[in-house]
């Protein structure tokens, strides 16, 4: 149960974000929840959008500055969300632990500061991992030959053309199964039938429908 006087800070990073009020609305939602009851008085609320990347993101935050100086000023508690609303930099959260004003997230009312450091420590340590990945991503697709920066349709074709030619290829070994059905008098429908009742599986390895059947047929110039 919360008790005493607070600050409530909230952070979007987009300035779409921003203008569109969502992860606002979620923040206040979850600040409010965790003040309900007890014996509290919100003194201060301070909204701010902005990217806040790097170890200097106090700086790119007025808003926050003038939370933690309403807090100075009041004795106040400074309350977020989430932790992840302030940084995921180790040193930008020292930072903050070392200006003396006491905050709480929402989403971990019972940590410490010691626990917050460790928790900013694993948070930049996945955003690191993150980008890691989606470098070695990028140099294996590049790699590969993908054209990187370029179009999308040009990108795309050769994955297109790979899937065409493979759906051609699996028509191509049931052309001959298909032409005895049709010699048999089958409709589209039966043939549908016989290849379900056959065990004869799709290029997925589903069950065969009305409409894959007819693009198979097609294929082979059966329809």
């Not at 959008?49 to 700086?59: H, I, N, P, R, Y």
Request: charged fraction near 25%.
């Amino acid at each position: 149960m919360a008790n005493g006087r607070f600050v409530a800070y909230y952070r979007v990073s987009t300035q779409q974000q921003g203008k569109s009020g969502l992860g606002l609305e979620a923040q206040k939602a979850a600040v409010s929840a965790y003040l309900n009851g007890g014996a509290w008085e919100r003194v201060g609320e301070f909204e701010e959008v902005e990217t806040g990347k790097g170890s200097d993101a106090l700086a790119k935050r007025p808003q926050l500055k003038a939370a933690l100086d309403a807090c100075k000023k009041t004795g106040a508690t400074l309350i977020i969300a989430k932790l992840d609303r302030l940084a995921r930099n180790v040193h930008f959260v020292s930072g903050l632990i070392e200006t003396g004003v006491e905050f709480v997230a929402a989403d971990m009312p019972q940590a410490n500061k010691t626990m917050i450091q460790m928790h900013s420590v694993m948070a930049e340590w996945e955003r690191d991992q993150i980008s890691k990945r989606t470098r070695d991503a990028l140099a294996a697709a590049k790699a590969r030959g993908v054209a990187l920066g370029t179009a999308g349709p040009a990108n795309l074709r050769p994955n297109i053309e790979q899937r065409q030619q493979a759906a051609q290829d699996f028509a191509d070994r049931l052309a001959l199964t298909l032409k005895g059905y049709k010699m048999a008098g089958l409709s589209q429908r039966g043939i549908v039938a016989e290849l379900n009742r056959a065990g004869i599986k799709t290029t997925k390895g589903g069950e065969w429908s009305l409409t894959q059947a007819q693009r198979v047929l097609s294929r082979i110039n059966l329809n």
